[in-house]
């Protein structure tokens, strides 16, 4: 277990995740997504750098959860 710190907006949560966490698990978490209020078209980032998917999160980090920009396919 590991302890992470989630931002969205000026709304922020501590939480203890599994040790094999990713930015896609907290993406896709429903517990996430309702205790911030954030939707499915979103980027995080770590000290400022946008992470992918795959990124397992690391102990201590704080995510900041930002509303992705719209693209056009």
């Known amino acids: ?5 989630v931002e969205y907006g000026v709304d922020s ?4 995740v599994e040790s094999g ?3 896609g ?3 896709e ?12 078209n979103t ?3 770590i000290n400022g ?6 990124t397992v999160i690391p102990d201590g980090a704080t995510v900041r959860i930002e ?3 719209n693209t056009k396919a």
């Open 1 to 5: 277990m590991k302890k992470i710190t």
């Open 67 to 69: 509303t992705a920009a």
């Open 25 to 27: 698990d907290l993406q």
């Open 13 to 16: 949560i501590n939480k203890q």
């Open 49 to 54: 750098i946008e992470q992918n998917r795959q």
């Open 43 to 45: 980027k995080a980032l």
């Open 29 to 40: 978490s429903d517990s996430f997504k309702g205790a911030l209020g954030f939707g499915d």
């Open 21 to 23: 966490f990713t930015i």
